[in-house]
């Protein structure tokens, strides 16, 4: 994605602001604004801050799409140079052919359901295109992955981001879940990391990172540790000034040894759950009286971020817990 300076403002601030920077020949209309942590983000012709967006569609692809197809889908996502359409799309008599070149793509693919097994893997088929092999850039990252064999969330954006921003430099981190290197590599490229401990059980998932890491050039900085972590996490005892537990709908599976894998001094723990909406902050206070009772520490809860509507009042909600 093309990078621009940025100008940071208040949410609630921002369409005042665009239209003032606008009117004062500063803003950079070629570029989305986008939400950055607590703020907006607006793409300007100078500044300090310098950040990625995504360009400004300024021939509309939805009207392409209604000079191809008789009733053209509202919504898709891109990876890469890959449209996804969602689950039920029926393409059988669409000329995937045009219907690709409308949308400056390569590839056209339909969602299908994440497998519930314990390697959550992707079931995304492809419909238009030699193979699933993507590179797909965000927040100064590039991720490489067959997206017909590994999932990719792009409602995880603004975590993939977050993580990216925190300070983390000169950290050892284990991520218990680490999958192609949604978090992994966010803390190598951006928050420069000392090191990465990553234990991933499905090798689909592996290969992908491994990709990943020597892309973006940060291949000596990341441990792979293949199977169940279950297994794998007992050897990374007392080394880790943070630990990040990745998955969805639970990660309770793995909270003891987490526990375990951070330092004497204790560290931060980012737990990733799917609670109803109604219910976060009593599960907040329990998941933190139970990392208190179980660690022998002091537990304290830093922030709690809301990630995505996962289902019908169900949030994918994340946990920054502070261990001392």
């Known amino acids: 994605m093309p990078t621009s300076y940025a100008f940071l403002c208040a949410r609630d601030e921002a369409s ?3 239209d003032r920077l606008k009117h004062e020949g500063l803003l950079n209309s070629d570029l989305k604004p986008m939400p950055y942590g607590e703020h907006i983000a607006i793409p300007v012709k100078v500044g300090e801050l310098e ?12 009207d392409a799409l209604k000079e191809i197809l008789p009733n053209p889908p509202k919504k898709w996502e891109r990876l890469g140079d890959m449209v996804i359409f969602q689950q039920g799309t029926d393409t059988t008599n669409w000329p995937l052919a045009k219907v690709a070149a409308a949308l400056n793509c390569n590839r056209v693919a339909i969602q299908n359901e994440i497998d519930s097994d314990i390697t959550r893997k992707s079931q995304l088929e492809l419909v238009h295109g030699k193979d699933g ?20 969330s792009s409602g995880n954006v603004t975590e993939r981001r977050r993580m990216g921003e925190l300070q983390t430099k000169g950290e050892i981190i284990v991520d218990a879940f680490c999958g192609i290197g949604y978090y992994t590599l966010q803390f190598l490229v951006r928050g420069e990391a000392e090191h990465v401990h990553a234990c991933e059980i499905n090798p689909e998932s592996i290969f992908a990172l491994k990709k990943g890491l020597e892309r973006n050039g940060v291949s000596e900085k990341c441990t792979i540790y293949p199977g169940d972590n279950r297994r794998t996490m007992k050897g990374l005892q007392g080394i880790a000034d943070r630990v990040i537990l990745g998955l969805i709908p639970s990660s309770m599976n793995a909270w003891g040894l987490a526990i375990r894998c951070l330092k004497k001094s204790g560290g931060m723990l980012h737990i990733h759950m799917n609670v109803h909406e109604n219910e976060i902050e009593e599960w907040v206070e329990k998941t933190t009286e139970w990392f208190a009772t179980a660690s022998g520490k002091t537990a304290t809860a830093s922030h709690v971020e809301t990630v995505k509507k996962y289902s019908p009042h169900i949030m994918h909600v994340v946990l920054d817990l502070r261990i001392d």
């Open 133 to 152: 092999w993507v590179v797909h850039r965000e927040n100064f990252v590039d991720y490489e992955f067959d997206a017909t064999q590994v999932m990719f």
């Open 16 to 18: 005042k602001e665009y």
């Open 51 to 62: 950040l990625e967006f995504q360009t400004v569609e300024r021939n509309n692809p939805h």
